[in-house]
């Protein structure tokens, strides 16, 4: 069975510019997560989808980050403008309901 | 609010010895927690969970235990190998999918 996929592995950026990351869940997970997860710490909650509904979104920067799952599978989190504070791995995890979070590679971002 | 810590950030093993790696907790609230392996450049890998109304669960190689009178975790590794080496996430979860983590222990393994 495949495991969370993510894209890009790595990205690098210039201040003030846009970028967005992919994520397809493992088939079936209605659960999707979005962490940001800083050097030496560990993950921490962006937003938790279930099924296309975004249910727990509070600790998203609303100012200059976004994410959808329109159809209730893929993800995309963007952020626009990125900042220097940004740099960071961001990862994706999905679960059927609350059970066990599977996590993706993750996208680490360098702001510049 | 609901914070998971751990007690070392750093633990060093001889390959074949057993390994401890423990984890407090400040709120009860949990349902479950979890240990995450993390080797570098990858995502969690999740090793064995717990439920909140368990002491220990034994999985290959690995035993959690749950202390909840003094709200603590340890998660123990027998005949660590090299390729344990990597940070161990503990987390506290709800029924509803929110996880904790704390800070994370770097486990090393020397041959």
């Known amino acids: 069975e495949a495991g969370v996929v993510q894209s890009p592995r790595y990205k690098i950026i210039e201040k003030k510019q846009p970028v967005a990351f992919w994520c397809n869940p493992i088939?079936?997970?209605?659960?999707l997560y979005w962490y940001l997860q800083n050097l030496g710490q560990g993950p921490e909650l962006l937003i938790r989808?279930?099924?296309?509904?975004?249910?727990?979104d509070s600790q998203l920067p609303k100012d200059r980050f976004s994410a959808e799952r329109l159809k209730g599978v893929d993800s995309t989190l963007k952020i626009q403008p990125a900042e220097l504070g940004d740099s960071a791995v961001y990862l994706c995890?999905?679960?059927?309901?609350?059970?066990?979070?599977?996590f993706g590679p993750g996208t680490r971002l360098t702001v510049l | 609010g609901e914070s998971v810590g751990l007690h070392l950030p750093t633990l060093s093993v001889q390959e074949g010895d057993n390994s401890i790696i423990n984890c407090a907790y400040s709120n009860s609230a949990s349902d479950y927690f979890i240990w995450y392996k993390q080797e570098s450049g990858k995502g969690p890998q999740f090793i064995i969970d717990?439920?909140?109304?368990?002491d220990k669960r034994q999985g290959q190689r690995v035993t959690v235990l749950l202390n909840k009178t003094v709200k603590h975790l340890s998660l123990q590794i027998a005949a660590t190998q090299p390729g344990d080496s990597a940070v161990y996430f503990c987390a506290g979860g709800t029924s509803y999918g929110k996880l904790t983590f704390g800070q994370g222990t770097i486990l090393t393994v020397h041959p």
């Open positions: 989808y279930e099924n296309e509904e975004a249910v727990d």
């Open positions: 995890a999905s679960s059927v309901r609350g059970d066990t979070q599977y």
């Open positions: 088939s079936g997970h209605n659960t």
């Open positions: 717990i439920r909140s109304n368990m």
